[in-house]
């Protein structure tokens, strides 16, 4: 690689980690033939692991970090006063190869500021996807993060060549978007995501390849003063009205020379952690938007435990449930029982009564959920109505648990 192409990557390499959202999870598995290149994996993230405990990674990059924008919270926006540069489409596409070829990856994500136009900056991305899969029968995983204000017809383009295609709504307040992103508006992107959707239905209808994967989004969390409450109301929202794959959080990172309306510190991070943990209780653990939202107080999730131990602590009444009957839907709804840890009580409760040595054996979560569980052998009538339960389960500063 020459100089001033590695000088290139460099910038844009790092002009692209403030966008998480590139998971490459609900691509279809495919892999190139004789002459073709690449292959796809059943899910993954830049340098995270699969399901199947694979470690996978994408060329993350941002096409330009020129941007006609002034989005106060972006450190690429055009009043910042940062390195700038730009790939062709040339060089994306040969980075891509290169960089495939020697085993540093399994696919491109790709995005982009804003240069010259919407439009152009779109086609720009749209043409590395096409040449990839086109020209050289690239068959990895592709994920553009799109521009709602471009032409929907270069999206279209676009979603013929990508696994998925993204577009961020960048904060949960439509008015704190127009505040500290005056020239973004807060119902085009929610149009372009509308579009996007029906697109993806419509091509699963006629049996055509348009973003296999779906869409997701990123929301910004900390750059306003909005509470949780009202971000995981949004996400719920996303996900009814598009169908999203996944939405999801950045926690907001200080940047040079920031707007006096910024904050000056970042959220906790621990707070992020908490929106992804109420994120997953909404889509795989039966909880509704407003239930995950009131396990907080005055908005905001709890810090020192759990939403899901937030919620159960409030609900006390529901407590303790008796492992050998309760229906899957409350057991769900127990801390320190995961999903795989309820089907295998489920499984296991059909052939015999489960004792404490038995839920031992099926979930390492056990600690946790004592309190709120009944067997033949345990009945935690004092735990669930101690007054200290809270800080008996909460979790140390240094530990972060998903449930």
């Known amino acids: 690689m020459d100089e001033k192409l590695a000088t290139k990557l460099g910038i844009l390499a790092d002009a692209a980690k403030y966008d998480v959202s590139c998971a490459s999870s609900g691509a279809p598995k495919r892999k190139a033939g004789k002459n073709g290149l690449g292959a796809t994996a059943p899910s993954g993230i830049c340098h995270a692991f699969t399901p199947d405990g694979r470690c996978v990674s994408l060329l993350k990059i941002l096409l330009t970090n020129y941007c006609l924008f002034d989005c106060a919270y972006c450190i690429n926006r055009r009043s910042s006063n940062v390195p700038r540069a730009r790939f062709s489409v040339e060089e994306v596409v040969r980075l891509t190869l290169e960089f495939y070829k020697r085993n540093y990856i399994e696919g491109l994500f790709l995005s982009s500021g804003i240069a010259r136009s919407p439009d152009r900056t779109m086609e720009e991305m749209m ?63 929610t149009h372009a995501m509308g579009q996007m959707h029906e697109r993806i239905l419509e091509a699963r209808d006629e049996r055509r ?19 949780d409450a009202a971000i995981i109301r949004t996400s719920a929202r996303l996900y009814g009205d598009y169908a999203l794959k996944r939405v999801y959080y950045s926690a907001f990172s200080p940047i040079p020379e920031a707007s006096v309306l910024l904050p000056a510190k970042a959220p906790p991070l621990r707070r992020e952690n908490r929106l992804y943990q109420a994120d997953w209780l909404m889509r795989f653990y039966g909880f509704s938007a407003d239930e995950v939202a ?110």
């Not at 999206?155 to 307040?173: F, P, T, W």
């Not at 390849?209 to 509470?227: E, L, M, Y």
């Not at 295998?344 to 390492?364: F, G, W």
């Open 294 to 403: 009131d396990s907080g107080e005055d908005g905001m999730l709890a810090l020192d435990v759990d939403p899901k131990l937030a919620w159960a602590l409030k609900h006390r009444e529901r407590f303790p449930v008796d492992v050998n009957c309760a229906e899957r839907e409350m057991l769900l709804r127990v801390p320190g029982l995961g999903q795989r840890a309820v089907e295998r009580i489920l499984t296991s409760r059909r052939h015999q009564k489960l004792r404490l040595p038995d839920l031992a054996r099926l979930t390492a979560g056990l600690k946790r959920a004592l309190p709120f569980l009944v067997t033949p052998d345990h009945r935690p009538v004092s735990l669930i109505d101690r007054l200290d339960l809270r800080q008996r389960l909460a979790e140390p500063a240094q530990q972060m648990s998903l449930f």
């Open 127 to 189: 043409r590395v996807a096409k040449t990839l899969r086109r020209v050289h029968g690239f068959q990895g995983y592709i994920h553009l993060k799109a521009i709602p204000e471009a032409s929907p017809w270069l999206i279209e383009e676009a979603g013929r060549y990508a696994d998925r295609l993204s577009i961020n709504l960048e904060l949960a307040s439509g008015a704190s978007l127009k505040t500290l992103a005056p020239e973004k508006n807060d119902r085009t992107i």
């Open 209 to 227: 390849r348009f973003s296999p994967a779906g869409q997701s989004t990123q929301v910004i969390v900390g750059a306003d003063d909005v509470k």
